[in-house]
């Protein structure tokens, strides 16, 4: 008997056996990527902005906590000297911090104007302060607002809109 042979079939042309993509495939992918990316870097560099709003905020109210214990710990007149033109505060014996041009102080109450734009909070020896509060906004409304318990020494940060 004659053996016979058994045809195989080779799928090298087939899809089962491609390598790569197809042009349609790729561009399909890419405008997918394009879309994705512009519903979502708004929301990112939105959130970014506030998060340097807060970290300002917070890092204020440390600078006020720590000349506070300070005048306690070392009894002495310690200050807090915040000017508005120049967007930036100092303490009475640290440096100058410039706040970012995205960061602007809303408003300041209380503490002691020394003019052309400069206040003054003042942190005595006993543990209170010459109270107030500092307000600090960015340009998409949002708002944090440090304040300053006269007699508690208290610093508080509290959030809201403009």
Known sequence: MKSE?????????????QKGFSLLELV????????SSIIVLPSVDKGLKNRELREAALKL?????????????????????????ANSYKASSG???????????????????LGDGLRQFLFFPNGSLLGGEIGLSNREGVAYAIRLDPL????????GQR
Do not use: W
Request: aromatic share 8%; charged share 25%; glycine share 10%.
């Open 5 to 17: 042979k058994f045809c195989t079939f080779h799928f090298e042309g087939s899809i089962l056996t």
């Open 28 to 35: 399909v992918v890419l405008l997918l990527v394009g879309l």
């Open 61 to 85: 109210a440390a600078t006020a906590r720590g000349l506070r214990s300070k005048a306690v710990y070392e009894n002495s007149l310690e200050r807090l000297v915040v000017d508005q033109r």
């Open 152 to 159: 508690l020494g208290r610093v508080a940060i509290f959030k």
């Open 95 to 113: 440096k100058n911090v410039l706040l970012s041009s995205e960061i602007r102080f809303m408003g300041i109450e209380g503490g002691e104007p």
